[in-house]
């Protein structure tokens, strides 16, 4: 039985791909054009557009008590979490728009909706924007992994899932860790 919307890793192929698209992204997240194109504000409203699309708690924790550290409102994060945004300037309005789009249809957005950020935004910031919901995305259907077969969503038992569930549980561990989450 599966809980309607929470996304998760149903194979290790997925989990690889994710992890390896991950890797990638992050190193990318590391250059200076990176931190002069997406501030860490606008980093962690597209982190929480992307968290609250997947339903994942452990990163919705995480994002938000980053969020509250970085001075966004409590109106503001709870409406990036619930799919409303009111809150989002226009500048970033595009991005965060893109992020649910690219989130809801399972990382393939249509040509339309990418090529409109690339016109807002350029095609390098596009791929920065991009990196940031890559990176979201493994945290978010890692944790979702272990968190859905550890209460009852998910009941695979198959051999693949089992071998997911483990490659999965460090990460969703770190980011319960990180987020201050008990248990």
């Given at each position: 039985?599966?809980k309607?919307g929470?996304?998760?890793?149903?194979?290790?192929?997925?989990?690889?791909?994710?992890?390896?698209?991950?890797?990638?992204?992050?190193?990318?997240?590391l250059?200076?054009?990176?931190r002069?194109?997406?501030?860490?504000?606008?980093?962690?409203?597209?982190m929480?557009?992307?968290s609250?699309?997947?339903?994942c708690?452990?990163?919705?924790?995480?994002?938000?008590?980053?969020?509250?550290?970085?001075?966004?409102?409590?109106?503001?994060?709870?409406?990036?979490?619930d799919?409303?945004?009111?809150?989002?300037?226009?500048?970033e309005?595009?991005?965060?728009?893109?992020?649910?789009?690219w989130?809801?249809?399972?990382?393939?957005?249509?040509?339309?909706?990418?090529?409109r950020?690339?016109?807002?935004?350029?095609e390098?910031v596009?791929?920065y924007?991009e990196?940031?919901m890559?990176?979201?995305?493994?945290?978010?259907?890692?944790?979702?992994?272990?968190?859905a077969?550890?209460?009852?969503?998910?009941?695979?038992?198959?051999?693949c899932f089992?071998?997911?569930?483990?490659l999965?549980?460090?990460?969703?561990?770190?980011?319960?860790?990180?987020?201050?989450?008990?248990?």
């Amino acid at each position: 039985m599966e809980k309607a919307g929470i996304r998760y890793i149903k194979t290790p192929g997925e989990f690889f791909n994710l992890l390896f698209s991950a890797i990638a992204a992050s190193f990318g997240m590391l250059s200076p054009g990176y931190r002069k194109s997406i501030s860490p504000h606008f980093a962690e409203r597209i982190m929480l557009a992307v968290s609250g699309v997947n339903e994942c708690a452990y990163c919705s924790w995480l994002h938000t008590r980053t969020a509250l550290e970085k001075g966004m409102s409590d109106e503001e994060i709870k409406g990036l979490l619930d799919g409303s945004f009111e809150n989002v300037t226009g500048h970033e309005s595009v991005a965060i728009f893109y992020a649910q789009h690219w989130t809801e249809t399972g990382r393939q957005p249509s040509p339309d909706a990418r090529q409109r950020v690339v016109d807002y935004y350029g095609e390098k910031v596009t791929r920065y924007i991009e990196r940031t919901m890559k990176v979201v995305t493994l945290g978010n259907l890692c944790s979702n992994t272990v968190y859905a077969k550890r209460e009852g969503m998910v009941d695979n038992t198959s051999a693949c899932f089992m071998i997911t569930y483990i490659l999965s549980m460090p990460i969703a561990y770190g980011i319960k860790k990180s987020s201050g989450v008990a248990n």
